[in-house]
T-cell receptor, first 113, second 113 residues
């Protein structure tokens, strides 16, 4: 079965510092991986995806993610955090057999001024 | 270009009642999926509609049903509401059943009292 795990419930970073939000995956076959962000009382916004190709994927709002097949990881990164990046971040994997998205439990990112 | 739109944004229902939530997919998208996001959790897949038929279903009881119309819009119906049905209901659309990017609406907040 396809699954993703987000080992950190919360990540705290000072504004201007680099940030990393961790995600590991378990899939059979080639993984289709995604990151979504959710601001308070809002729906999910697509940030980026990995289907194939370069291991470093660039997305919206300056975010990028690094796909690492040997470590089965897909960590979300940003070189310099902004206070406005504070939100709930979800890693997800596409279950191609069932045509659905499977989400992790989410990581709350808090950026302090 | 309008994204995925959902209505209503908030509603309160009493236990035992029935509710209908509505979704219009992003322009050009013909596949609609519904997700339930309980407080503090990641979204859980309910079902997917394509060509006006339910194609995939998650682990939800028959009280949850849906419909897709010829214009690709969709409804989610929940009968005999329980307190545990209180959640954010998210609609997602994609270009087709295996569309690699899935876009979400802002969601409908359902509170069952």
């Amino acid at each position: 079965a396809q699954s993703v795990a987000q080992p950190e419930d919360q990540v705290n970073v000072a504004e201007g510092n680099p940030l990393t939000v961790k995600c590991t995956y378990s899939v059979s076959g080639n993984p289709y991986l995604f990151w979504y962000v959710q601001y308070p009382n809002r729906g999910l916004q697509f940030l980026l995806k990995y289907i194939t190709g370069d291991n470093l994927v660039k997305g919206s709002y300056g975010f990028e993610a690094e796909f690492n097949k040997s470590q089965t990881s897909f960590h979300l990164k940003k070189p310099s955090a902004l206070v406005s990046d504070s939100a709930l971040y979800f890693c997800a994997v596409r279950d191609m057999r069932a045509s659905k998205i499977i989400f992790g439990s989410g990581t709350r990112l808090s950026i302090r001024p | 270009d309008a994204g995925v739109t959902q209505s209503p944004t908030h509603l309160i229902k009493t236990r035992g009642q029935q509710v209908t939530l509505r979704c219009s997919p992003k322009s050009g998208h013909d596949t609609v999926s519904w997700y339930q996001q309980a407080l503090g959790q990641g979204p859980q897949f309910i079902f997917q509609y394509y060509e006006e038929e339910e194609r995939q279903r998650g682990n939800f009881p028959d009280r949850f049903s849906g419909h897709q119309f010829p214009n690709y819009s969709s409804e989610l119906n929940v009968n005999a509401l329980l307190l545990g049905d209180s959640a954010l209901y998210l609609c997602a659309s994609s270009l087709d059943r295996r569309g690699n990017t899935i876009y979400f609406g802002e969601g409908s907040w359902l509170t069952v009292v």
